[in-house]
């Protein structure tokens, strides 16, 4: 009798799971992505335009997943340590990095990179992207662009223009000035984009390439004053700055953009989960309304876009950096 009763019991057991296994009960573990709190790593130290974008999504994310979204600063080493972070996390979709310019330009500009770009890392989602800005002192003699470049054609070197340190976007778009404008100009990097903008303003050097979000104060106090913008369009945020390319540059191009990444290996599934989520983030009005200042152009889209972007802007940017002899180690 009591054997009976286990060989039924047994069979029972082993219908309920074939009948479970058949209609769907079998549910994978990312199925249920995210049971925990979310990270994204910032490789920028905290109150810039990076971690201010990152905490905005983060905080529409959070809302879209149903757990919380945490912010890291982990700054260093031209944004390679907090990269770093990320490459060796588990590839389970609660580790996302926030790429910026420098996710690009690293592998061309250092040759001792502790993670290969390229493998390292699975696309998110381009957040969007926003415009470096020429300026200078309210005083200064240039007018506009074409006043910069006939003046270091007059005096090749000495011109001058500040950036926030060797290999960053502001030190990338004089650079390609000097490219495309046939000219020699002189690079005054310092550490940091506040010590550059306060000899910008004391009249050390000449000009600078600032984001949005750092010289827009001090265009609104009138102790800066905006030549052109470096996107391909015209800014919304500055709408009635021309573009350099319309100066007479035709193919020049800088963007300051934003996006995520997860360790490669992460699940498709997850990674799409994260893309919906950021994108819902991105597009929401409590996003967009705070991000304005920072001329911030939302361009949400798919994984395959932000691949395809950052793989152009490598190909891009490598030839700059040859072309100028820029290394960093």
Known sequence: MK??????????????????????????????????????????????????????????????????????????AGTTIGSEDVARSKPDGYTLLMATFAHAINPSLRTNMPYDTDKAFAPVILVGHSPSVLVVRPDSPFKSVQDVIEAAKKDPGKVTYASQGVGTSAHLAGELLEKLGKVDMSHIPYRGAGPALNDLLGGHVDMMFG????????????????????????????????????????????????????????????????????????????????????????????????????????????DVVASSNITLN
Request: proline share 8%.
């Open 3 to 76: 054997k009976s009763f286990f060989s039924s019991a047994s069979r029972f057991l082993a219908m309920v799971m074939a009948t479970a296994a058949c209609v769907g009960f079998s549910v994978p573990a990312s199925a249920a992505f995210p049971e925990r709190a979310v990270r994204i790593i910032v490789p920028f130290a905290p109150g810039g335009g990076t971690d201010l974008i990152s905490r905005l999504l983060g905080d529409g994310m959070s809302r879209e997943l149903g757990q919380p979204v945490i912010v890291e600063n982990k700054p260093g």
């Open 211 to 318: 984001t949005a979000a750092a010289v827009g104060s001090s265009l609104q106090a009138g102790t800066l004053r905006a030549l052109a913008v470096t996107t391909a369009e015209r800014s919304p945020a500055l709408p009635d700055l021309p573009t350099i390319a319309e100066e007479g540059l035709d193919a020049y191009v800088l963007d300051s953009w934003y996006g995520l990444y997860v360790p490669a290996g992460t699940p498709p599934e997850v990674i799409a989960r994260l893309n919906k989520a950021a994108t819902a983030a991105a597009q929401s009005d409590a996003f967009t309304s705070k991000v304005q200042h920072e001329g911030l152009m939302v361009t949400p889209g798919t994984p395959e876009d932000l691949d395809k972007y950052v793989t152009q802007e490598q190909s891009r940017w490598a």
